[in-house]
């Protein structure tokens, strides 16, 4: 079946340090993936999406590439902010079908 | 309301007792979802509806679980004679069809 695996966490990083969060599918044909971002307290927001091979998401300065020879969506941000701090969830939607299917989610926390 | 609301925000249950959940999709959203998020997990889908129908309901753990969305609105999750398994972070989303998912802040639930 389909499924969504993240590096684990937590990633400790200090502010203006470069981020990187991995993140590897499994699913049949080419699923839309997305980064969500999870605060404390509260629900999951959308951070950026992909819908197709080598399309590139990116938001407040996030980014991620779609990478279909790979089966990835790896995470960047070239300077991290102790804002930043939260737990970040990769997903994918399989072609067939809305649901989401999620990563675990990994732990970002930057410090000043 | 602007976003996806989710009521209550925490709900204590002693085990066997049925419990009521309530979803507040945003305004013309066709597409309603619920996941269970355990401490320390990412979300997995429980059900699906488009308008009033339930079109997937293959993530419902038992038949202690049960969903509605009569007019097609707002969504009620059921879960009868609880039990401590139950014991999770229960998040809706709703969606334009097609579109990306947008979350509540979901209810915390805690069966003693």
């Known amino acids: 079946g389909d499924s969504v695996t993240q590096m684990e966490g937590p990633v400790t990083l200090s502010e203006e340090a470069f981020l990187t969060i991995n993140c590897t599918y499994t699913a049949t044909g080419y699923p839309s993936l997305f980064w969500y971002v999870q605060y404390p307290g509260e629900g999951l927001q959308l951070l950026l999406k992909a819908t197709k091979a080598d399309d590139k998401g990116s938001n407040k300065g996030f980014e991620a590439t779609y990478r279909k020879e790979t089966t990835s969506f790896h995470l960047e941000k070239g300077s991290v902010q102790v804002s930043d701090s939260a737990v970040y969830f990769c997903a994918l939607r399989p072609v067939s079908g809305n649901k989401l299917v999620f990563g675990a989610g990994t732990i970002l926390r930057v410090k000043s | 309301g602007a976003g996806v609301s989710q009521s209550p925000r925490y709900k204590v249950a002693k085990r066997g007792q049925d419990v009521a959940l309530r979803c507040d999709p945003i305004?013309?959203?066709?597409?309603l979802f619920w996941y269970q998020q355990a401490l320390g997990q990412g979300p997995e889908f429980l059900t699906y509806?488009?308008?009033?129908?339930?079109?997937?309901k293959s993530g419902l753990p038992s038949d202690r679980f049960f969903a509605e969305r009569p007019e097609g609105s707002v969504s009620t999750l059921k879960i009868q004679r609880t039990q401590q398994e139950d014991s999770a972070v229960y998040l809706c989303?709703?969606?334009?069809?097609?579109?990306?998912?947008?979350f509540g802040d979901g209810t915390r639930l805690s069966i003693l």
């Open positions: 989303a709703s969606s334009s069809w097609g579109q990306p998912q947008h």
């Open positions: 305004s013309g959203h066709v597409s």
């Open positions: 509806f488009q308008n009033e129908a339930q079109l997937d």
